[in-house]
């Protein structure tokens, strides 16, 4: 069996740096916390941390804004802290890895600021254009096109200094580079370097679909309208008015994903020890979203893409067939050789035991687990924690404030899967030593936290533990696989390789038991031993 390199079969673990560990009492989580708790990672199996934006920024999106690329953010630390927190997690033996953001830079960046007032090597730093001619000759501007913002609104936002308008695929305060500008991909090679040299183990890269809007040289110089969608009960300018043919997806930017694959290679090469990797984020179809693996032309891309399919195409009345669909899907169409990962849940999107029900828990964390690949885990993950309630009043995510009002806020919120991580049954979970917190915490920490579930019997988090132990054997890190459906309610994942045991997970996926015939699992015998199971009744008979 071939060796592994450290991240083709990790257990990597996102940290929402905000709200993991406070470790001053602000009711804001930071650096300090997070090396505090570093021993938490170690107990439950994790080999790899990534962290959301800990970089300098006004926080109109709590960090995906940066406004200094190149410094920590004060409330979360120093660059001290930064570099304290890289030497213990390593002594540790664990990875660290940050997150790159590369489609905008807050409308605070050195970089925006001197743009706006045409510094000429900073001019063409972000998307420029001219207002369209105005037919009516009415004092009313015109943007240069139709495109809309993810966050709500038109994507293109005037600046009186500058006199025109620039691109913001989200935020009004993140304005989006200009990737046409070789100065600018140049500027992202040397974020890169800083962070590589300060021994960071990669990036995970946010909201690459973004990165390249259409060319107006290919328009005769003007920004074309993405085509309408044809859901007219949206109102203009609503997210799913217009189809994001020109802003979204588009084929150049694979290209960048590429060279920036070419360049951490060649710093692997050059520095010798661990390999650092590249781990793409982006919403696309499973066409567009295999193209960050590499291409048929031999380019390579990102280590893997963020594998969504359990966030974006499975809930809770998704049926074992849906599930063996989802999860065969992407083992299809993966380029070969590629390594697979999987997704449950992340800052942007709701709990996995809201999204899908609170019982099923344990059997998610165990298929994220024995499949073959990556296991991704966010915060909370581990101990079932659930969205959080946070009100109206309390809301902070930019995307409910712009998009939401009291009644429908929380069809947008992501605040919910945000709240502080649960510690112990404390005030304030222990996520705090202060009285306050940046968002509310859940009101159901006294039943989910880690502390009780260290010390119960059977706990979301002892499996897990057990998940992170058992996936070790090489069967599991090796393996081949097998994955059917047995009935509607349930399918099994045998994961087996020549002269090692053989691992078989049941999973019933439904709110009621299910009878199987066992003799239609493949390598399972009566001999078999349960090692792992979230339910007390589950037989083996006959
Ligand atoms: O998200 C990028 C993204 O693809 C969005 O569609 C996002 O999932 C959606 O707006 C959620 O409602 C990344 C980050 O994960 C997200 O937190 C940031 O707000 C966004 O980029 C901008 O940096």
Not at 181 to 199: C, H, R, S, T, Y
Not at 403 to 420: E, V
Request: aromatic letters at 14%; glycine letters at 6%.
């Amino acid at each position: 069996v071939k060796p592994l390199d450290w991240w083709e079969h990790c257990v990597l673990y996102q940290i929402y740096p905000r709200s993991f560990k406070d470790s001053d009492g602000d009711g804001i989580g930071d650096l300090q916390g997070i090396i505090s708790e570093l021993e938490h990672f170690v107990n439950a199996g994790v080999d790899a941390i990534w962290m959301s934006p800990i970089f300098e920024s006004p926080m109109v999106d709590f960090g995906y804004d940066i406004s200094n690329f190149y410094e920590i953010h004060y409330e979360y630390g120093t660059m001290e802290d930064f570099e304290e927190l890289l030497e213990k997690a390593h002594e540790l033996g664990l990875k660290v890895l940050l997150d790159f953001v590369p489609n905008h830079a807050s409308n605070e960046s050195e970089y925006f600021i001197k743009s706006e007032a045409r510094d000429p090597f900073y001019e063409d730093f972000f998307v420029w254009a001219d207002p369209l001619p105005n037919p009516d000759n009415s004092s009313v501007r015109r943007p240069p096109s139709n495109w809309v913002s993810q966050f709500g609104g038109s994507a293109w936002e005037w600046s009186e200094i500058r006199q025109q308008y620039y691109l913001h695929q989200f935020a009004i305060q993140q304005a989006d580079f200009n990737f046409r500008n070789p100065a600018v991909q140049e500027e992202m090679f040397n974020i890169m370097k800083f962070w590589l040299d300060k021994g960071a183990d990669g990036f995970r890269l946010d909201a690459l679909p973004y990165m390249i809007e259409a060319d107006p040289a290919d328009h005769n110089g003007t920004y074309p309208d993405d085509p309408l969608s044809g859901i007219i009960h949206f109102e203009p300018h609503q997210l799913g008015y217009t189809i994001p043919l020109y802003t979204k997806d588009l084929i150049e930017l694979y290209d960048i994903v590429y060279e920036w694959r070419e360049y951490i290679d060649n710093y692997n090469k050059k520095n010798g020890n661990d390999t650092r990797v590249l781990f793409s984020e982006g919403y696309a179809n499973v066409t567009m979203t295999m193209l960050y693996y590499g291409n048929e032309e031999g380019a390579i891309g990102a280590h893997f893409p963020f594998n969504f399919d359990f966030i974006t195409d499975l809930s809770a009345g998704s049926n074992a067939r849906d599930f063996v669909y989802i999860i065969l899907r992407w083992l299809t169409y993966m380029p070969h050789g590629g390594v697979p990962n999987w997704v449950f849940g992340n800052h942007d999107n709701n709990r996995m035991p809201t999204r899908f029900r609170h019982d099923m828990v344990d059997g998610l964390n165990s298929i994220n687990m024995l499949l073959p690949g990556v296991a991704v885990t966010y915060q909370g993950e581990e101990i079932g924690m659930r969205d959080g309630y946070v009100s109206w009043e309390d809301t902070v995510d930019v995307e409910a404030c712009n998009r939401g009002d009291p009644d429908t806020y929380h069809l947008y919120s992501r605040d919910p899967a945000r709240t502080p991580y649960h510690w112990d049954d404390s005030n304030m979970a222990g996520f705090t030593t202060g009285n306050r917190t940046w968002l509310p915490v859940a009101d159901d920490y006294k039943e989910i936290n880690l502390a009780k579930q260290m010390k119960d019997a059977r706990s979301h988090f002892k499996n897990y533990q057990a998940l992170t132990t058992l996936r070790k054997e090489k069967t599991l890190s090796h393996g081949e696989y097998d994955i059917r459906a047995l009935s509607d309610r349930t399918f099994y994942l045998v994961r087996y390789l020549r002269t090692h045991d053989t691992y078989v997970l049941l999973f019933n996926v439904s709110e009621g038991p299910d009878t199987i015939d066992l003799g239609r699992v493949p390598h399972l015998t009566l001999t078999a031993t349960v090692m792992v199971s979230s339910i007390h009744s589950a037989r083996l008979a006959g």
